[in-house]
């Protein structure tokens, strides 16, 4: 069993920046990749970035090029989302997500994230 708490999230204005980190514990061992996703009400849960846990390769959404970074630190099974020059429709809950090989098999319990303009 793998447990991921998220923390980072908050109000912020249009243009600020927000740094989310997600702490994995538990069975950590088989970690392929983190991702971050993010929900509005209303919509489906939507990608918004992924690391290869082993090489550090990071993958993003068009929409957050440019302006999201994401990293990790293997020692401390954390991993973390940059979000610079945020935009109102960054808005959302934002969930981490640890995928095993096969499927992103634990989520955590999310955190918003708010920017208003």
């Known amino acids: 069993q793998v447990q991921l708490v998220e923390s980072g999230g908050g109000l912020v204005q249009v243009g600020g920046s927000l740094r989310l980190s997600c702490a994995a514990s538990?069975?950590?061992?088989?970690?392929?990749?983190m991702g971050w996703f993010r929900q509005v009400p209303g919509k489906e849960r939507e990608f918004v970035a992924s690391i290869a846990w082993s090489v550090g390769r990071g993958f993003y959404a068009d929409s957050v090029k440019g302006r999201f970074t994401i990293s990790r630190d293997n020692t401390n099974n954390t991993v973390y989302l940059q979000m610079n020059s945020l935009k109102p429709e960054d808005t959302g809950v934002y969930y981490c997500?640890?995928?095993?090989?096969?499927?992103?098999?634990?989520w955590g319990q999310g955190t918003q994230v708010t920017v208003s303009s």
């Open positions: 997500a640890r995928h095993n090989n096969f499927e992103y098999a634990d």
């Open positions: 538990g069975r950590t061992s088989s970690t392929y990749a």
